[in-house]
């Protein structure tokens, strides 16, 4: 007869203490009960005085508002909006408006960080000095100084409608805002779309069989010239079977201002050059730190190989550089998009300068306006930082694979 | 000998000098090997030169050779009286540099900005210097005492009470809203269905508030009896003395060890009568100037030295509360550092201007500034709790272990062992976000705060001065400024991070 080992205790009574109290046990759920009964106090206080002082302002809290007429303007507005519209059309136009000028932002952003950053790595002194200063200068002042800048002193150095400087004949930049032809759609234009959609998903068809080929098989299709001729070569026949798809209007100065075209107001201008030039200074730095972050010696196993030096870069370099650079970068897109509420200072129609700034002056709602707006961003970083969780699921995953 | 000389083979002269090689550093070098060394960097060598031409030249054209630097108004930097396109307009600059500086701050008052301006430097430079002695208390005065004292400098006024006073004030504004949210409580029950449940929970609380009232009544009659008399303050002042002396001796170790923190606690009660005698705090202090006066660069140090002080605190109270595992504490920290990092700082902003008023009791107003100062606090607070955090997370856990196995408590080894070596690994970081903090002050100019940027932005709509090249002045001088601020900080963050890594460099 064989002695069985004695099963441990229960021991339930710790263990609901553990989960309750973590590891201060029984004086941890009193620091608790104390902290909670703290943060009651704190938050009754707080409903208390606001309901007190909402009553002695006349004011009704509630959401009921937004039903409301707005009654004021808005100079950029993506989808239409008159005045008579209600606070929440105000509230998606602002909410629009902040989109496109993060979006607009980021891609310059990135454009000019990844060239500041190649400067920066570049061999040539004069080019590494160059970007060096920029990104110096740039980090080193304020945004809101930048934005102030480029609206109060060089947008308005420019000069008025009638004198202003023609690209080409085509766009015209004044101290009005930028004018550029307004693309209008014509016949062709459905079938256009049709046919530019089907060789976007031709393509990506293709790569996803050629990847599947090189890595099942070790078969190496050429795909290129196929999907050259699906994204370039087939609208191009539609367009010559189908008509024009769109024509441009050009923009034309008549008496004091232009007719015709579309016209970018110098707010959002000025805006998505100081936050993208900002942005593309902290960018530079995270991307020359990334690649920098490779060490040589893979590069150096990458020739060994025998892979060119431009194959070794794009297959062994910038792979493992991009595991070290996506998630900062993510946060600067975060911050860009943070930043944009800066555009309240220049009176770019964003969702703190309409919604939070106009809406609340003239409706006194002052709690349910900032917690909308407030809300708002949240969401979108909430949103992002999930999304850069899984991403960095993925990359310890196919690390540790 | 001879024969080998007299060999074919053997060479009869000196050869030539070879040329030397060609020269890989100096001046030449850089330029051989890093400008001119292949076709393509001379293209790029050729294309960074010109845009330095059309960068360099025409900024310096504009702020030195073009500039104009004497004149009354904006006479003198137009075009025409002056004979040249002008640049730079520096007796723009000249006359609005005081309100730049201290914006409406009275004239005859700026001295205590002055005053405030040394004292903060005379503390903070031996604080930023390494090798010098005495730190802690170096760091106690600057983040302790001056702030106090650079409150009654600037704004001005008086105490009426001390400790006693404050302590006995703020239990019985603890135990009225105790009180009222009883009364409130009960109020409510008589209206609702769940009546009988709501009475007893108002009973219960009102009767803690009576109870309470009760505790401090001893408390509140003596600060009465002290209102009445004359010499209120210095009594008050004697007690709070006496009294934090008695506990910090007996906290101490009584009579084995106490006489160390008695001492102490005695010469820093000396210290704050000497402070208070001297600004004559006692009776009415310096004449009061109201915040809405303040302006400028006052602003812009004033809103960044609070945040950098206040912000600390709450970070590491935050970043320890993130790492409890007491779990209500832990979640409220997460969830309190996510939201405000995931908000931009002119929401909260506006939420502190909006807001925060109405969440305050009704009779109880707070000034534009100290607002926008909670706000920036909270804000700052959230991204230092994550910066102290990491610091924590690089302390190896048989720190903390070590110190257990001593006996230390858990407040001993985390202010003792753990936070001073994980603040030391983190003051790279913290340095960094009060360079964005810094730079983020600029904000407070859109809740309509006057600082550096708000100040130059008023001056710009100033008739008298108005010229094409009036507002590429003022940001080229607010520019510097700024720069020369947030650049002397950066620095200074690389050479500590240079210091701390001294062990890994080879």
Excluded at chain 1, 38 to 64: D, K, M, P
Excluded at chain 1, 68 to 78: H, M
Excluded at chain 1, 80 to 89: A, I, N, P, Q, W
Excluded at chain 2, 303 to 322: C, D, E, H, N, Q
Aim: glycine fraction near 10%.
């Amino acid at each position: 007869m064989s002695i069985e080992a004695r099963k441990p205790p229960r021991q339930i009574a710790l263990k609901i203490r553990r989960v309750l109290g973590g590891k201060t046990g029984w004086n941890g759920i009193a620091v608790q009960f104390a902290f909670a009964a703290v943060l009651g106090w704190i938050a009754y206080e707080i409903v208390s005085n606001a309901r007190a002082n909402l009553e002695n302002q006349h004011i009704a809290a509630g959401f009921g508002f937004l039903a409301n007429n707005a009654g004021f303007d808005v100079n950029q507005t993506l989808i239409s909006y008159t005045g008579s519209d209600t606070f929440l059309r105000v509230f998606l136009v602002g909410l629009l408006n902040t989109l496109v000028v993060s979006v607009v932002g980021i891609v310059f952003a990135t454009v000019i960080g990844f060239i500041v950053a190649l400067c920066r790595l570049s061999p040539n002194w004069l080019l590494a000095r160059i970007g060096e200063i920029y990104v110096e200068i740039i980090r080193n002042l304020p945004v809101l100084f930048q934005i102030l800048f480029w609206y109060l002193a060089v947008l308005a150095a420019l000069p008025n409608p009638r004198q202003s400087i023609s690209l080409l004949g085509i766009a015209f930049v004044s101290n009005r805002g930028l004018v550029i032809p307004r693309p209008i759609g014509e016949s062709g234009f459905e079938a256009f779309l049709a046919v530019l959609a089907f060789g976007i998903v031709g393509s990506v068809a293709l790569r996803i069989h050629a990847r599947r080929a090189l890595f099942q098989r070790g078969q190496v299709i050429r795909i290129w010239p196929y999907v050259l001729g699906l994204l370039f070569g087939l609208p191009l026949v539609t367009m010559l079977v189908a008509g024009l798809p769109f024509s441009f209007e050009l923009p034309q100065l008549k008496g004091f201002n232009f007719a015709g075209g579309s016209r970018i107001i110098p707010e959002f201008v000025a805006l998505t050059l100081a936050l993208s030039t900002y942005t593309a200074a902290f960018i530079a730095e995270i991307v020359r730190a990334g690649i920098l972050s490779v060490h040589s010696g893979q590069m150096e196993a990458g020739s060994s190989l025998g892979l060119s030096r431009g194959t070794t870069l794009r297959l062994v370099v910038v792979p493992q550089a991009m595991r070290v650079i996506v998630p900062p970068l993510t946060n600067q897109y975060l911050n860009l998009t943070k930043n944009s509420s800066l555009a309240v200072a220049i009176g770019y129609p964003d969702l703190v300068s309409v919604f939070a700034g106009t809406s609340l002056s003239q409706t006194g709602q002052a709690i349910e306006i900032i917690a909308m707006t407030m809300g708002v961003y949240l969401l979108i970083s909430l949103i992002t930082s999930a999304v850069m969780s899984v991403y960095g699921w993925r990359i310890s995953r196919s690390l540790g694979a | 000998m001879s024969d080998i000389t007299s060999s074919s083979f053997v060479r009869q002269d000196l050869l030539d000098e070879r040329p030397a090689p060609v020269k890989t550093t100096g001046f030449v070098g850089l330029v051989r090997t890093r400008l001119f060394n292949s076709p393509t960097n001379i293209l790029l060598t050729i294309v960074g030169a010109l845009l330095l031409w059309f960068t360099i030249i025409p900024s310096v054209k504009f702020l030195m050779v073009d500039a104009v630097w004497t004149g009354k108004d904006r006479t003198a930097c137009l075009a025409e009286n002056a004979g040249f396109a002008v640049g730079a307009c520096w007796p723009y600059i000249q006359a609005k540099l005081p309100q730049l500086i201290y914006g409406f701050y009275p004239e005859a008052e700026r001295w205590r900005v002055d005053l405030t301006l040394v004292l903060s430097v005379v503390l903070l430079v031996p604080l930023l210097i390494p090798r010098l002695p005495s730190k802690a208390l170096n760091a106690g005065l600057f983040f302790f005492a001056f702030p106090v004292v650079a409150f009654f400098l600037l704004h001005g006024g008086g105490i009426k009470g001390f400790g006693l006073s404050w302590t006995a004030d703020l239990l019985q504004l603890f135990d009225d809203s105790i009180i009222g949210a009883g009364k409130a409580l009960l109020d409510l029950g008589k209206a609702s269905s769940a009546a009988p449940l709501l009475w007893v929970v108002g009973n219960v609380i009102v009767l803690v508030g009576t109870a309470i009232y009760w505790l401090i009544f001893p408390l509140t009659w003596l600060r009465d009896q002290l209102q009445g008399t004359g010499q209120s303050v210095w009594t008050d002042f004697t007690i709070t003395a006496a009294v934090v002396s008695v506990i910090a001796f007996v906290l101490g170790g009584g009579l084995r060890t106490g006489g160390r923190a008695l001492t102490s606690s005695i010469v820093t009660f000396v210290a704050i009568a000497i402070v208070i005698k001297l600004m004559g705090l006692d009776h009415g202090g310096l004449p009061i100037v109201q915040t809405n006066l303040w302006g400028g660069l006052l602003v812009t140090l004033v809103v960044s030295v609070t945040g950098i002080v206040t912000s600390l605190p709450i970070g590491i109270a935050l970043a320890l509360g993130r790492r409890s595992t007491i779990p209500l504490i832990r979640i409220f920290s997460i969830a309190f550092i996510e939201f405000w990092r995931g908000v931009p700082l002119i929401t909260v902003l506006f939420f502190a201007t909006y807001m925060l008023p109405l969440f305050l009791p009704g009779n109880f107003t707070v000034d534009g500034l100290v607002r926008a100062l909670i706000g920036i606090s909270l804000f700052t607070g959230a991204y230092q709790a994550e910066n102290v955090r990491g610091g924590l997370a690089a302390i190896p856990r048989g720190q903390g272990e070590a110190a257990a196995a001593l006996g230390l408590s858990w407040w001993k080894t985390t202010s003792l062992i753990v936070l001073p070596q994980a603040l030391r690994h983190v003051i790279p970081n913290l340095v960094n976000s009060f360079i964005s903090l810094f730079k983020d002050t600029s904000l407070v100019s859109i809740v309509a705060l006057f600082d550096l940027l708000g100040s130059l932005r008023a001056s710009f709509s100033d008739p008298k001065w108005s010229s094409p090249s009036t507002a590429f002045t003022g940001f080229a001088f607010a520019g510097i400024i700024y720069f020369i601020f947030c650049f002397g900080m950066s620095r200074y963050s690389l050479f500590v991070e240079h210091r701390l890594n001294a062990h890994r460099r080879n």
